[in-house]
Nanobody, 117 residues
Framework: QVRLVESGGGLVPPGGSLRLSCVAG????????MSWYSQGPGKARERVAF????????DYLGSVKGRFTISRDDAADTVYLQMNSLKSEDTAVYYC??????????WGQGTQVTIAS
């Protein structure tokens, strides 16, 4: 069964850090562009970061540049999102997405990130 499973969310105070993980099952990620999206309360889902096949190119939403880092381990079929200097406005459900060259997109179920004192 094709799936993505996110983990690593939680409650941290402002200024804290979290590392999200996304593990693929039923397919390999090596030919996929991998992305992280966030959806805050009452907001539309938006792309936070993506990383192309091979990891040579990454890009970030302006509000997270310099604070978040996306990386991938194709041998482990896993993509990560390191989040530092977290702010209350980073509170959201974070989703992982695989954009496959064939077979379409695959989404994870999301992991909740809450930034609060």
């Amino acid at each position: 069964q094709v799936r993505l499973v996110e983990s690593g969310g939680g409650l941290v105070p402002p200024g804290g850090s979290l590392r999200l993980s996304c593990v693929a099952g039923g397919f390999t990620i090596d030919t996929s562009v991998m992305s992280w999206y966030s959806q805050g309360p009452g907001k539309a889902r938006e792309r936070v970061a993506f990383i192309v096949e091979g990891g040579g190119t990454t890009d970030y939403l302006g509000s997270v540049k310099g604070r978040f880092t996306i990386s991938r381990d194709d041998a482990a079929d896993t993509v990560y999102l390191q989040m530092n200097s977290l702010k209350s406005e980073d509170t959201a459900v974070y989703y992982c997405k695989a954009s496959r060259p064939s077979g379409g997109d695959v989404w994870g179920q999301g992991t909740q990130v809450t930034i609060a004192s």
